[in-house]
């Protein structure tokens, strides 16, 4: 899913000829792995349902003429009931050379019903048949032959994450996109299910060994049943919770911090002096806020380290498919925030960045729910880099304090969820989800997306982050943080508690949300104001880019519920943690 940078347009030369593939399928069989190895688009996938919610566009190479690709949301049929449906249907009611039509030889029953939709509006088609090597682990083997028979069109066995079978697909698609012209179709409103043709088709093509259930067979189940799921899910969270903190911290002080420190720092220092003579100019490059040095340090020696191992640790979760089992043994804690247990998929992604949670509530089947987990995102779930900053920031004095923050941040979320569960119209459907088989993730697919994600966070971070830290400077250097600082007195030092110089940390949160949290840092503060500064930083405005998806998503009106929200769910809890941290102070100094 490439969330970040939407549709891409393919340019076509006036009057050339070119041929249009649609890839369509059930969510989470395998169809965007399928489209990125034959078009070579870097399309992110994850073994849950709901990864593709837009479209988009590549080029599969042979042939006469150019083949056009179109990876469409995946949908369970053509009478669309979310946002992600309705774009597959417009796209085929578009018409196609040739529909690519995905189906999962694991749940080849469940599959067929779209797959015979399509074939109904006289597209022509061809059948991939994925998973065949999951399919055969679990005992399941498919009459290849009868199935082409059956339904008409021809089926090619494939494995996607082992490149099996990918050679022949295509040649069968560029041959049959050639054959055919493309013609717009019309949709019936009430299109037949087609389920009890489904059935005849898999009980004549779909054997199945009796034999003993494997322990990986045994493990599935017991990971969505509450005992032992429950204690398992804990031991999980546990172990991604130290791997992203211990490696982190390791990978910060034993190598990125003394090469900065040592090496980097000095040198940059050394160049900029050698050549800017001592001044407001030279301070803002070098200076206590130098955009120079804190814009490597901060983002590279401080939060690369957490960055990278979250990343490793969420794409291994979502790659193995046991975040759709979360979501079955915490549907009733997601209950009791007015939302269903199959939007801790879209809201565990905002742990990563707000921006692919908010557009991955398009799989919602209601707008209310779509609205309360985009809510709940902005409000009370930091993002990967923000994860860092807290971890730089608590971390090495409580981690009591670190615990403390989240379990506010949780907290949070169930009193909002509850408030928006009232006060929005409409209804959050009933939990139903689809769970994907357990897997072991492909070892060079894993390294790809973890690369792949470390250089969006360089590309999305790093610049906006100098130019910030730049401000900063210039902002500390002419004396007007002084003027700022004044203007803010009453709400920083009077209801937070925090030093006047903390007001910069809520000017640079408007760019970046980490940034409300990094100036801290640099001054002295006790671990009372530590803890208050990270839960305003918590709350605090979302990034910038994440207004303007919020505002293109749900219109102005519901974004500017979301800044005033934020801004006063920011300092109502701070001003509220300072002075009762204050108070508990005293009480037990006396």
Do not use: W
């Given at each position: 899913m490439n969330c970040h940078t939407g549709p891409r347009?393919?340019?076509?030369?006036?009057?050339?000829?070119?041929?249009?593939?649609?890839?369509?399928?059930?969510?989470?069989?395998?169809?965007?792995?399928?489209?990125?190895?034959?078009?070579?688009?870097?399309?992110?996938?994850?073994?849950?349902?709901?990864?593709?919610?837009?479209?988009?566009?590549?080029?599969?190479?042979?042939?006469?003429?150019?083949?056009?690709?179109?990876d469409v949301p995946g949908t369970y049929s053509l009478q669309a009931t979310s946002p992600a449906e309705e774009v597959a249907t417009q796209l085929l009611g578009q018409g196609a050379?040739?529909?690519?039509?995905?189906?999962?030889?694991?749940?080849?029953?469940?599959?067929?019903?779209?797959?015979?939709?399509?074939?109904?509006?006289?597209?022509?088609?061809?059948?991939?048949?994925?998973?065949?090597?999951?399919?055969?682990?679990?005992?399941?083997?498919?009459?290849?032959?009868?199935?082409?028979?059956?339904?008409?069109?021809?089926?090619?066995?494939?494995?996607?994450?082992?490149?099996?079978?990918?050679?022949?697909l295509r040649e069968q698609i560029l041959q049959c996109a050639s054959s055919h012209d493309l013609h717009p179709v019309t949709i019936p409103q009430d299109m037949e299910d087609f389920w009890d043709r489904s059935r005849e088709i898999a009980e004549k093509v779909e054997t199945r060994a009796e034999r003993p259930p494997t322990f990986w067979d045994r493990f599935e189940e017991m990971t969505i049943c509450p005992l032992p799921g429950i204690p398992i899910a804990i031991v999980v969270l546990i172990i991604a919770m130290g791997l992203v903190v211990g490696g982190g911290k390791a990978l910060r002080a034993l190598v990125l911090l003394p090469v900065f420190d040592n090496y980097v720092a000095p040198a940059i220092t050394a160049a900029v002096s050698s050549i800017v003579s001592e001044g407001i100019l030279r301070n803002v490059l070098v200076g206590e806020y130098g955009m120079l040095i804190k814009g490597i340090e901060w983002p590279i020696a401080l939060i690369l380290p957490y960055v990278a191992f979250f990343y490793v640790v969420m794409s291994f979760l979502e790659d193995s498919g046991y975040l759709p089992r979360l979501g079955v043994l915490l549907d009733n804690v997601m209950r009791a925030m007015g939302i269903q247990g199959s939007s801790v998929v879209p809201m565990f992604m905002g742990y990563g960045c707000a921006i692919p949670a908010i557009l991955g509530t398009k799989a919602a089947t209601s707008q209310k729910e779509r609205l309360m987990v985009t809510g709940l995102v902005a409000l009370a779930i930091p993002c990967t880099a923000q994860t860092g900053a807290f971890i730089v920031l608590l971390g090495d004095h409580?981690?009591?304090?670190?615990?403390?923050?989240?379990?506010?941040?949780?907290?949070?979320?169930?009193?909002?969820g509850a408030l928006m569960s009232r006060v929005l119209p409409g209804k959050v459907?009933?939990?139903?989800?689809?769970?994907?088989?357990?897997?072991?993730?492909?070892?060079?697919?894993?390294?790809?997306?973890i690369w792949l994600r470390i250089?969006?966070?360089?590309?999305?971070?790093?610049?906006?982050?100098?130019?910030?830290?730049?401000?900063?400077?210039?902002?500390?250097?002419?004396?007007?943080?002084?003027?700022?600082?004044?203007?803010?007195?009453?709400?920083?030092?009077?209801?937070?508690?925090?030093?006047?110089?903390?007001?910069?940390?809520?000017?640079?949160?408007?760019?970046?949300?980490?940034?409300?949290?990094?100036?801290?840092?640099?001054?002295?503060?006790?671990?009372?104001?530590?803890?208050v500064g990270s839960i305003v930083a918590l709350f605090y405005l979302p990034c910038i880019a994440v207004f303007f998806v919020i505002i293109k998503e749900f219109r102005l009106k519901f974004a500017a519920l979301v800044f005033v929200g934020t801004m006063v769910f920011a300092f109502a809890f701070g001003g509220a943690l300072n002075y009762v941290g204050q108070f508990l102070i005293r009480l037990f100094s006396q």
């Open positions: 347009s393919i340019k076509i030369s006036p009057g050339e000829k070119v041929q249009q593939v649609l890839f369509m399928g059930n969510p989470n069989v395998g169809k965007s792995v399928i489209f990125a190895k034959l078009t070579g688009m870097k399309v992110e996938s994850a073994n849950y349902a709901g990864t593709t919610i837009t479209y988009t566009t590549g080029e599969i190479a042979g042939g006469e003429l150019r083949t056009l690709a179109t050379h040739t529909v690519l039509c995905v189906l999962d030889a694991t749940n080849l029953e469940r599959n067929l019903p779209l797959a015979l939709q399509v074939a109904s509006l006289g597209i022509p088609v061809v059948y991939a048949l994925n998973m065949v090597d999951v399919a055969r682990r679990k005992g399941i083997e498919i009459d290849v032959a009868t199935l082409e028979k059956l339904l008409g069109a021809p089926v090619v066995p494939t494995s996607a994450v082992r490149g099996d079978g990918l050679k022949d409580s981690m009591l304090a670190l615990v403390g923050v989240y379990a506010i941040s949780f907290s949070a979320m169930v009193v909002a459907e009933p939990m139903l989800m689809e769970i994907p088989n357990l897997l072991m993730p492909d070892g060079k697919s894993l390294l790809k997306k250089k969006q966070f360089f590309m999305e971070a790093e610049i906006p982050m100098v130019l910030g830290i730049g401000a900063a400077a210039l902002v500390a250097e002419t004396g007007a943080l002084v003027h700022i600082s004044a203007a803010l007195q009453p709400l920083v030092e009077g209801l937070l508690g925090l030093p006047p110089e903390a007001s910069l940390a809520l000017l640079l949160g408007i760019i970046r949300r980490e940034l409300a949290v990094l100036p801290l840092l640099t001054m002295d503060l006790t671990l009372l104001q530590l803890m």
